[in-house]
């Protein structure tokens, strides 16, 4: 690809508010705000996340845990969740009570996410299923009849209050809309929820993305690192020479905040004697067997390393995604020497907003033209998407390393590549950096220069050669393999260390007092943890590397009187990694001075 220098930019910023929120007249009814602050967004709908578009709003909670939260509608509690990661401790809403379209159908489920507690009448049931199935992390749905009765509120009311739990990275409420029948995530901004919003979009580039010679049928650029990035402070208009793909790196904010959020919507227009729209999406629904495509609709390796958000213009091969507006694909862009091509980008919020950038394409010719350096080493040629394949290379250390792509592992036909960097470290690379599906890589298992029991781990190393990610797996044949969704560089090491518990930490008086105590695993990660006191199975739970266990469980007698009969107990935490290692703690209440007791407990209790 070529640029030029000079001419000027043809930057004609029409820039258009046009403030026509929706309003309480709406025909789709609107939702009463789930925090009785005024709300600001740190994330919205369909903003691009790393593997994912965004499924809801994320509302700030004034950097505290513990307000409270509301239903946002009429309705039933249909189902609780409990885990570490993902959404924490999030509680499920349905409605009937809100109107709906063709796009947004009733009736809807509301989901509420990262909380710290839910309503007592539901802390009690949690606690009850939790305590009958002896397990923290659970999933879990009333009976429709029961929940009719018991578990009913109106608009209003408190239902749970907000947290940071799961893999929430700081105080906030998650709050999506999804259709019933097929939990496909709705904007929510379609019921409203929203203060005046008068800031449009705002334009930052364009990107132009060569065509290979060895692309396939579909036109689909092999080398996407070869990309430009054209800028209204380049003061030209963009030359290309031969096919191009286009993007447009666009964003957004929200009145009241200085966050960065996601498009609502995008349109594309070649001008001439008429428009011809090139691309056209609009973030309305998603869906979560679809999600993870948001890989084909960015430049994924872009937003890998810088956060670019650039919208391809262009739908790859394995790109599933229903937001678009305008038929499926689009030829590559050619503008011949001498001619130009005038294009209307229009960047729209869900307010109504809108920006609208009039640019240019001309065609380059090689004596007023700079030739752009590629910045890729040489590869192999391009694998057909839709078929399976293998690269291999030799290592001293790991024998044959193979890396076994399935067919649809890729969005488009690319090239794959694997080398064994030095006798520790191996890498694979891609020309397309973005995964559909797993991948399968394997190796021979190295001389064990330690204990030969202890288990291999698979490390993916950043740049400074720390461990970012880790896999296990079963040894089978002199080999094993891992099943991953990423590139880069790995290494295999031994994990021969169990987890490591910190100091203890009890806080509160009575029956308000929390028990907790920091465990970390250095390489696999932790697979399963629990508490048990005099025998018996505690509810412990796990977030952001604490376990934490509370005496309003009502499980625990260490009172002064108990302490006086002999009664006192001990109570104990466990935790197992990934590899298998177990590690416990103890103490002997109501002292928290752990014990010296070292003897393992059955990790099933």
């Not at 698979?458 to 969704?485: H, M, Q």
């Amino acid at each position: 690809m070529k640029i030029g220098t000079g001419l000027r930019w043809l930057l004609l910023a029409a820039v258009s508010v046009l403030m026509f929120g929706l309003s309480s007249s709406s025909a789709l009814g609107q939702l009463r705000a789930p925090l009785a602050i005024p709300l600001q967004y740190s994330g919205n709908f369909g903003e691009i996340r790393t593997g994912h578009f965004h499924t809801g709003m994320d509302i700030r909670t004034q950097g505290r845990e513990g307000l409270p939260v509301l239903a946002a509608a009429d309705g039933v509690i249909s189902r609780l969740a409990v885990k570490s990661s993902g959404y924490g401790k999030a509680l499920y809403f349905d409605s009937d009570s809100l109107g709906g379209d063709s796009v947004r159908t009733a009736p809807v489920t509301l989901v509420y996410a990262h909380l710290s507690a839910f309503h007592p009448k539901l802390e009690a049931w949690l606690m009850a299923e939790q305590y009958a199935r002896k397990s923290w992390a659970i999933d879990i749905r009333p009976d429709a009849a029961w929940a009719d009765t018991a578990f009913r509120f109106s608009a209003g009311d408190t239902i749970c209050w907000s947290g940071n739990s799961g893999g929430s990275f700081g105080p906030h409420l998650h709050f999506e809309v999804r259709d019933r029948a097929t939990q496909h995530p709705l904007n929510p901004l379609a019921w409203g929820l929203t203060d005046e919003d008068v800031v449009p979009p705002a334009f930052k580039a364009l990107w132009l993305i060569p065509v290979d010679a060895a692309a396939d049928s579909s036109g689909a650029a092999i080398n996407s690192t070869e990309t430009l990035r054209w800028t209204p402070e380049q003061g030209a208009w963009a030359r290309v020479e031969g096919p191009v793909r286009l993007g447009v790196e666009a964003f957004d904010r929200m009145d009241g905040t200085g966050f960065v959020h996601g498009l609502y919507g995008l349109d594309v227009y070649a001008v001439g004697d008429s428009l011809e729209l090139l691309h056209s999406h609009r973030m309305d629904e998603l869906s979560f067997s679809t999600n993870k495509d948001v890989a084909a609709h960015t430049i994924y390796s872009r937003w890998r390393e810088q956060k670019a958000r650039i919208h391809r213009l262009h739908r790859l091969p394995g790109n599933r995604l229903r937001i678009y507006k305008c038929p499926a694909g689009m030829a590559p862009i050619t503008v011949a020497p001498g001619d130009s091509l005038h294009l209307r980008v229009v960047l729209l919020d869900h307010a109504g907003n809108q920006s609208t950038v009039e640019l240019g394409l001309t065609g380059s010719l090689p004596s007023d033209s700079t030739q752009v350096d590629s910045c890729c080493a040489p590869h192999p040629a391009a694998s057909d998407h839709r078929q399976p394949f293998t690269v291999s290379a030799a290592s001293d250390r790991y024998g044959r390393i193979s890396a076994d792509f399935p067919g649809g592992c890729f969005y488009q036909d690319t090239w794959a590549q694997l080398q064994s960097l030095d006798s520790l470290t191996f890498e694979v690379r891609s020309g397309d950096a973005a995964l559909r599906s797993p991948y399968v890589l394997s190796c021979d298992i190295p001389a064990a220069p330690g204990k030969s029991q202890d288990p291999w781990v698979l490390c993916a190393l950043d740049d400074d050669g720390e461990v970012n990610a880790a896999w296990t797996a079963d040894p089978f044949l002199g080999r094993v393999k891992f099943s991953v969704k990423q590139f880069g560089r790995f290494a295999l090491r031994q994990d021969s260390l169990p987890p490591v518990f910190g100091t203890p930490v009890l806080s509160g008086e009575g029956a308000g007092r929390v028990l907790r105590v920091k465990v970390e695993d250095e390489l696999s990660g932790l697979a399963r943890h629990g508490g048990i006191f005099e025998g018996k199975w505690l509810r412990v739970a796990r977030d952001k590397g604490w376990l934490t266990y509370q005496f309003s469980d009502d499980r625990v007698g260490d009172t002064s009187a108990d302490t006086q009969a002999g009664k006192a107990g001990e109570v104990r935490f466990w935790a197992v990694d990934k590899a298998g290692h177990y590690t416990e703690i103890a103490w002997a209440l109501p002292s928290v001075t752990p014990s010296s007791d070292a003897s393992k407990i059955d990790s099933d209790n």
